[in-house]
C-alpha cells in the first residue's frame, strides 16, 4: 500500500510541476486523465493482491469463515470499500492540486 501510495504521490507532483501556468481547461481534461489513472493503478494493485492471496493456503480467519476467501467476497470488498476510498482519494487530491494552481497564477499575475 505504502508504494501505491508513493507512487500517486510522485506521479501528482510531476503532473503538478507540468501543469502550472496552464489553462483551468487544460487542467481539467488532465484532471481525469490522472482521476483515470490512479483508478486503473488502484484495481490493477488490488487485483494482483487478490490473486496472490486467493492462491496461498486460507488463513485462520479465512477457515472460520469460507466465504473471505474467494473472488465474489474480494469484489464486494473492492466494489464497496475499495473503490469509493480511491475515488475519495483522488477528488481530494485533485482539489489541492486545483487550489495550488489558482495561488500561483494568482501570485505570477501580480508579478
Do not use: N
Request: proline content about 4%; glycine content about 4%; hydrophobic content about 60%.
Amino acid at each position: 500500500m505504502r508504494k501505491l501510495i508513493v507512487f500517486v504521490l510522485a506521479g501528482t507532483l510531476v503532473l503538478l510541476l507540468c501543469l502550472l501556468g496552464m489553462g483551468r481547461r487544460k487542467f481539467m481534461r488532465l484532471a481525469l486523465v490522472q482521476a483515470f489513472i490512479i483508478v486503473i493503478c488502484a484495481t490493477a494493485w488490488f487485483f494482483i493482491e487478490t490473486w496472490i492471496r486467493l492462491d496461498s493456503p486460507p488463513s485462520a480467519y479465512a477457515k472460520l469463515y469460507p466465504y473471505t476467501h474467494t473472488w465474489d467476497f474480494s469484489l464486494i470488498v473492492f466494489v464497496f470499500a475499495w473503490l469509493p476510498a480511491v475515488l475519495i482519494g483522488s477528488i481530494i487530491l485533485l482539489c489541492i492540486e486545483y487550489i495550488i494552481l489558482k495561488v500561483y497564477d494568482k501570485w505570477y499575475s501580480l508579478k
